[in-house]
């Protein structure tokens, strides 16, 4: 049987993994198994006779165990159904990156990743509001594709608490009348314009950063937030990929 065969048997029934993952953790009789798995005994004594065919188990003493084969073939379908559960439940996020400049998988599963949902379209917004009002960081770059009053009002309450600033934006959000109170405090070195637009936003402080998406309203619709190593490294990588390609506010009154 081919490759294709073999994990379309696997994973078209929840069964037969459920199966592999009690027989590594629990060797046993049929009839033990019947009773952990909680599966009909004409199901797992069908099952157990396709995964003997397979290689998958084998018995001994009257038990039937997993065989090399069959632990590795149960983690690797579990590597890749969790890989699919993270990537499923970040895809707010995940879909507006290109292939190129995904975020590190691992370090999702690390992460909090709040979505907007039609039982509370601004979770996101409130997550990024509440985590930026309470940090403590000193240094802070903060790259904001929108302008709104209220994200204003966070910028700008984080702007004055802050030591060490770099905002970018877009010339869009530096022309709109309502960013005045903020943007205009923000020092010209410390001030970049990006050709935009910007898809995504990003705010990084000393210890953890935030990824948020927007729908075409300018509305954020998710707001990935970590603190591990590796998001972190990516999102610097991304914040000074985005600023590569912009200018200094100064160079370009100019």
Known sequence: MSALGQLSYLVRSENRPALLRTIKNHPGRPCDIVERCRISRATVQRIISDFEERGWIAKRDSRYHLTAAGSIILEQYETVANTVNRVTEAAPVLRHFDADAAPPLASLADSTLVTATEQDPHAPL?????????????????????????????????????????????????????????????????????????????????DRVLVTTYDDQGHIQGCLDGSAPQIRTWATEQFESARGSARRLSVIRN
């Open 126 to 206: 409130s997550h990024y509001i509440d985590t930026l009002d309470q940090s403590t960081a000193t240094s802070v770059r903060l790259m904001t594709p929108v302008t709104s009053p209220i994200l204003d009002d966070v910028h700008s309450r984080l702007l004055e608490a802050s030591t060490s600033i770099t905002v970018m934006t877009t010339e869009p959000v530096i022309n709109d009348r309502s960013t005045d109170h903020w943007i205009t405090d923000v020092p010209a070195r410390s001030l970049f314009v990006h050709p935009g637009p910007l898809r995504t936003g990003y705010a990084l402080l000393e």
